[in-house]
């Protein structure tokens, strides 16, 4: 029989609120194995630890059960306590009578009815608890980062600069992501490509990294540590290693006309390509579907003027396997499709542009070099207007926008409202908004400065509908602060579109068995505690792939999430989770039926001797499970038959002894 | 004649990587549900095993609803589906015995769907409540 312990949690008022914790540590007190119980105002901490402690120590407790928050919250931290106090950490069991009793509950009756109940049901199972080690796996030092934009970059500086080997795998050609696209960067205007591609060089030259660029992750396998990836390297019928990036291929490719991704397609790119000047790697990528020579085996020219001989056209795509002990996803975002948006006549006129298309004219390295000019006939415009939240906080649009804030819109319009001012003194600038959001280190000076210093005209307001009228755009908007109907003729419309994450980080995640929440963006482990972690252990998030973000907050989330992945990198060994399954092999019968559900392959068959009652020895075929695969899923133990599996720490007799705790 | 508040006993089982978060998102956002329904933790939906439920309505539980992740997000990458096909199985075999199929239900509720946990719960309570005591599968030698 074991000696249980219970230990009741105020938590302040948040528990002891809607419940009668008193109550609850008297009405426990007569449970099977009881033989302490008491209440205490904050069990978590110090005090409310030696508690436990002392009552272990005093009263000899074999088993504790704490009734407090959530086990997501606290159950490491009483599993020390009761590891610190010699009992084995796997002996505690937590009622969550916080975030699923006193904080759904608001009657004080039903509260503490409740909370009985859930503290009868953790007594019933504790007292079924046995004591569980861990086992051990070892940590393959080396890390992957998902994704080769500001954050990948970041992060895979940050980790190699701990002296771990990190490979970034990349699907674009280049790293470098949207910074690399952008122009300049609130709230100091310095120059993006001033500042990211030092740090693509860093990444190039430093011997820790290796790049995967135009590469895809394939497959996830194996658990934090020990992660096996399988790597798609895509043919880019061009040599990487021999390839020098002289460009004189892409000057010769006679293929002109193919719709520059890099540009968001404002201009044209070769058939062979590099994406910018200082693209990292610097090499040449051809587009399968673009190269005459690779759809119709005719031209061939490239080859002939490569100096370094790099152009291969019989390059195949290539598996790349690799170990690693940490993965990073730094997928990021992308700004969302205005095709559902026919008010904004985004697809009728070549003027009205998304915001990261006005980012590559007025970039110098852009499809105008800088100079800002309406896309359909290259004139300068007089009159532009900004319309923000295009499918950001939409509530009745949800079919086509987005419900959350995108967060960096009304930065950036600022930005973009201020250096068209600042260059072009002579245009007039509109920006129509539903709220200006400026909370950041000098962002809302910085806006201010776009109204004040530039006479940037900011109206309240949406725009209800733009209408192409000649060379003009019609734009009708209403002014919510004096309610009026406003009609200006625009030259340019520039639409801030919503951020949305990147379209591979669904199928990303489900190769991870990372979570996401309904928008996309991967979860983190605890919204406020471990924000760069995937509740999936050994994944972390870096950037926008977790919620829209700008650079520095960015940067600051990809050294946190490097510092995580070296905290884990730097253990030689991990303990593992010991509530895995195991086969009672007296009870087994070799069907083969929880072999046929795992989804990790942890169980083998073994031959194993039995001594029979007759003294005969009997060879059988039984179940084995491999404690370092297993996750303790348990859905080999409802396969079982015969009832040979079970789980530790989830056993059959521990959730029965719930349910009958529960029913009564 | 006296007429004693039915109150429906209902048992939620709920996977630790989603639908046991949803639930704690829920009580964080304190989303209120009946205290009928009793929550507990599985490590995958995949662990209920029918004998828990066949068990819980023996011992007089009206309703139980089992919780995972969403089709293709499990933790242990396919539990759920064993989960879905094993229920599908099992729930008609209990309607087939008398229990109805109103009485037992599989919810997909991820860690970030605290409203729809707290909705769920709800909406399942209303619909048990509205079926009146499970009598049929009860074991009187069950009970205490």
């Given at each position: 029989?074991?000696r249980v312990?219970v230990?009741?949690?105020?938590?302040?008022?948040?528990?002891?609120?809607?419940?009668?914790?008193?109550?609850?540590?008297e009405?426990?007190?007569n449970?099977p194995?009881?033989?302490?119980?008491?209440?205490?105002q904050y069990?978590?901490?110090?005090?409310?630890?030696d508690i436990?402690?002392n009552?272990?120590?005093?009263?000899?407790l074999?088993?504790?059960?704490?009734?407090?928050?959530?086990?997501?919250?606290?159950?490491?931290?009483?599993r020390?306590?009761a590891?610190?106090?010699?009992?084995?950490?796997?002996?505690?069991?937590?009622?969550n009578?916080?975030e699923?009793?006193?904080w759904?509950?608001?009657?004080?009756?039903?509260?503490?009815?409740?909370?009985?109940?859930?503290g009868?049901?953790?007594?019933?199972?504790v007292?079924?608890n046995?004591p569980?080690?861990?086992?051990?796996?070892p940590?393959?030092?080396?890390?992957?980062v998902?994704?080769?934009?500001?954050?990948?970059?970041?992060?895979?500086?940050?980790?190699?600069?701990?002296?771990?080997?990190?490979?970034?795998?990349?699907?674009?050609?280049t790293?470098?992501?949207?910074?690399?696209?952008?122009?300049?960067?609130?709230?100091t205007?310095?120059?993006?490509?001033?500042?990211?591609?030092?740090k693509?060089?860093?990444?190039?030259?430093?011997?820790?990294?290796?790049?995967?660029?135009?590469?895809?992750?394939?497959e996830?396998?194996g658990?934090?540590?020990?992660?096996?990836?399988k790597?798609?390297?895509?043919?880019?019928?061009?040599?990487?290693d021999?390839?020098?990036?002289?460009?004189?291929?892409?000057?010769?490719?006679?293929m002109?006309?193919?719709?520059?991704e890099?540009?968001?397609?404002?201009?044209?790119?070769?058939?062979?390509y590099?994406?910018?000047?200082q693209?990292?790697?610097?090499?040449a990528?051809?587009?399968?579907?673009a190269?005459?020579?690779?759809?119709?085996?005719?031209?061939?020219?490239c080859?002939?003027?490569?100096?370094?001989?790099?152009?291969?056209?019989?390059?195949?795509?290539e598996i790349?396997?690799e170990k690693?002990g940490?993965?990073?996803?730094?997928?990021?975002?992308?700004?969302?499709?205005?095709?559902?948006?026919?008010?904004?006549?985004?697809n009728?006129s070549?003027d009205?542009?998304?915001?990261?298309?006005?980012?590559?004219?007025?970039?110098?390295?852009?499809?105008?070099?800088g100079?800002?000019?309406?896309?359909?006939?290259?004139?300068h415009?007089h009159t532009?207007?900004?319309?923000?939240?295009?499918?950001?906080?939409?509530?009745?649009?949800?079919?086509?926008?987005?419900?959350?804030?995108s967060?960096?819109?009304?930065?950036?319009?600022?930005?973009?409202?201020?250096?068209?001012?600042?260059?072009?003194?002579d245009?007039?600038v509109y920006?129509?908004?539903?709220?200006?959001?400026?909370?950041?280190?000098n962002?809302?000076?910085?806006?201010?400065?776009?109204?004040?210093?530039?006479?940037v005209?900011y109206?309240?307001?949406?725009?209800?509908?733009?209408?192409?009228e000649?060379?003009?755009?019609?734009?009708q908007?209403?002014?919510?602060?004096?309610?009026k109907?406003?009609?200006?003729?625009?030259?340019?419309?520039?639409?801030?579109?919503a951020?949305?994450?990147?379209?591979?980080?669904r199928?990303?995640?489900?190769?991870?068995t990372?979570?996401?929440?309904?928008?996309?963006?991967?979860?983190?482990?605890?919204?406020?505690?471990r924000?760069?972690?995937?509740p999936?252990?050994?994944?972390f998030?870096?950037?926008?792939?977790?919620?829209?973000?700008d650079?520095?907050?960015t940067?600051s989330?990809?050294?946190?999430?490097?510092?995580?992945?070296i905290?884990?990198?730097?253990?030689?060994?991990?303990?593992g989770?010991?509530?895995?399954a195991?086969?009672?092999?007296?009870?087994?019968?070799?069907?083969?039926?929880?072999?046929?559900?795992?989804?990790?392959?942890?169980?083998?068959?073994?031959?194993?001797?039995?001594r029979?009652?007759?003294?005969t020895?009997?060879?059988?075929r039984?179940?084995s499970?491999?404690?370092?695969?297993?996750?303790g899923?348990g859905a080999?133990t409802?396969?079982?038959?015969?009832g040979?599996?079970?789980?530790?720490?989830?056993?059959n007799s521990?959730?029965i002894?719930?349910?009958?705790?529960?029913?009564? | 004649?006296?007429?004693k508040?039915?109150?429906p006993l209902?048992?939620?089982?709920?996977?630790n990587?989603c639908?046991?978060?949803?639930?704690?998102?829920a009580?964080?956002?304190?989303?209120?549900?009946p205290?009928?329904?009793?929550?507990?933790?599985?490590?995958?939906?995949?662990?209920?095993n029918?004998?828990?439920?066949?068990?819980?309505?023996q011992r007089?539980?009206?309703g139980?609803?089992?919780c995972?992740?969403?089709?293709?997000?499990?933790?242990?990458?396919?539990?759920?589906?064993?989960?879905?096909?094993?229920?599908?199985?099992l729930f008609?075999?209990?309607?087939?015995l008398?229990?109805?199929?109103?009485?037992?239900?599989?919810e997909?509720?991820?860690?970030a769907?605290?409203?729809?946990?707290a909705?769920?719960?709800?909406?399942?309570?209303?619909?048990?409540?509205?079926?009146?005591?499970?009598?049929?599968?009860?074991?009187?030698?069950?009970?205490?």
């Amino acid at each position: 029989m074991q000696r249980v312990g219970v230990f009741v949690c105020w938590c302040g008022s948040n528990i002891a609120g809607t419940v009668d914790v008193a109550a609850v540590a008297e009405a426990l007190k007569n449970e099977p194995g009881v033989v302490f119980s008491t209440d205490y105002q904050y069990m978590c901490s110090q005090a409310g630890q030696d508690i436990i402690k002392n009552a272990i120590a005093e009263h000899n407790l074999t088993g504790i059960v704490v009734c407090s928050c959530s086990p997501r919250m606290h159950e490491a931290t009483f599993r020390k306590t009761a590891a610190a106090a010699g009992l084995n950490p796997y002996m505690v069991e937590i009622a969550n009578i916080r975030e699923q009793c006193s904080w759904v509950h608001k009657d004080m009756l039903t509260g503490t009815e409740k909370a009985i109940i859930l503290g009868k049901a953790a007594v019933a199972k504790v007292n079924l608890n046995t004591p569980l080690t861990p086992g051990e796996s070892p940590v393959t030092k080396r890390a992957l980062v998902i994704g080769g934009g500001i954050a990948g970059i970041q992060t895979a500086l940050d980790i190699a600069d701990a002296g771990f080997p990190v490979d970034i795998v990349e699907k674009q050609p280049t790293i470098g992501g949207k910074m690399a696209q952008l122009d300049k960067t609130f709230p100091t205007l310095d120059c993006a490509a001033c500042i990211l591609t030092p740090k693509m060089v860093d990444v190039a030259q430093n011997e820790k990294i290796r790049i995967f660029s135009y590469s895809e992750v394939e497959e996830v396998g194996g658990f934090v540590g020990n992660f096996d990836v399988k790597i798609k390297k895509k043919a880019r019928f061009v040599k990487e290693d021999i390839c020098t990036g002289c460009g004189a291929c892409v000057e010769k490719c006679p293929m002109k006309k193919n719709p520059n991704e890099f540009n968001l397609g404002m201009d044209n790119r070769p058939a062979i390509y590099i994406p910018f000047a200082q693209a990292v790697p610097k090499v040449a990528t051809i587009d399968p579907n673009a190269c005459n020579m690779l759809k119709n085996g005719k031209c061939g020219l490239c080859a002939r003027i490569c100096a370094a001989g790099a152009i291969d056209y019989t390059q195949k795509d290539e598996i790349i396997e690799e170990k690693y002990g940490a993965i990073v996803v730094a997928t990021g975002f992308n700004p969302i499709s205005m095709e559902k948006f026919d008010e904004f006549a985004y697809n009728q006129s070549k003027d009205v542009i998304t915001s990261l298309e006005f980012e590559r004219l007025t970039n110098a390295a852009g499809p105008s070099a800088g100079k800002l000019i309406r896309p359909s006939d290259g004139k300068h415009p007089h009159t532009i207007v900004f319309v923000q939240c295009v499918g950001s906080r939409c509530d009745a649009c949800a079919e086509k926008g987005k419900e959350y804030c995108s967060k960096i819109c009304c930065m950036y319009t600022a930005k973009h409202a201020m250096l068209t001012r600042d260059k072009y003194p002579d245009t007039e600038v509109y920006v129509f908004y539903i709220d200006v959001r400026t909370p950041g280190k000098n962002f809302d000076e910085f806006y201010r400065r776009a109204v004040e210093e530039f006479g940037v005209k900011y109206i309240k307001g949406m725009v209800g509908k733009v209408t192409p009228e000649g060379d003009k755009l019609k734009v009708q908007a209403s002014d919510l602060l004096s309610n009026k109907q406003l009609h200006i003729d625009a030259d340019l419309v520039v639409l801030a579109a919503a951020i949305e994450p990147d379209k591979s980080a669904r199928p990303l995640a489900t190769m991870l068995t990372a979570s996401m929440d309904t928008n996309d963006f991967f979860t983190e482990a605890h919204p406020k505690l471990r924000p760069v972690e995937s509740p999936t252990a050994g994944v972390f998030l870096s950037g926008a792939c977790q919620g829209p973000k700008d650079i520095p907050e960015t940067v600051s989330q990809a050294g946190a999430a490097a510092s995580k992945v070296i905290g884990l990198l730097a253990k030689d060994k991990l303990t593992g989770n010991p509530c895995i399954a195991s086969s009672n092999e007296l009870m087994c019968n070799g069907c083969s039926s929880c072999e046929r559900v795992c989804p990790y392959g942890a169980i083998t068959y073994v031959d194993k001797e039995f001594r029979m009652p007759d003294r005969t020895t009997k060879i059988r075929r039984v179940a084995s499970v491999n404690p370092a695969v297993c996750q303790g899923c348990g859905a080999c133990t409802v396969a079982c038959p015969s009832g040979a599996m079970d789980l530790k720490g989830f056993a059959n007799s521990q959730i029965i002894a719930e349910v009958d705790a529960i029913c009564k | 004649m006296q007429v004693k508040e039915y109150k429906p006993l209902i048992v939620a089982f709920c996977c630790n990587w989603c639908s046991y978060a949803g639930a704690d998102l829920a009580g964080n956002n304190r989303l209120s549900y009946p205290a009928d329904v009793k929550i507990i933790r599985v490590p995958c939906s995949c662990r209920v095993n029918p004998m828990f439920i066949l068990r819980a309505f023996q011992r007089g539980a009206d309703g139980v609803i089992i919780c995972g992740c969403h089709p293709g997000d499990c933790h242990y990458t396919s539990g759920n589906y064993y989960t879905r096909r094993r229920m599908a199985a099992l729930f008609s075999m209990l309607d087939f015995l008398g229990i109805e199929k109103e009485r037992t239900r599989v919810e997909w509720v991820s860690a970030a769907e605290g409203a729809k946990f707290a909705a769920t719960m709800n909406e399942f309570a209303e619909t048990v409540a509205s079926l009146g005591e499970n009598k049929r599968l009860e074991d009187l030698r069950c009970k205490r």
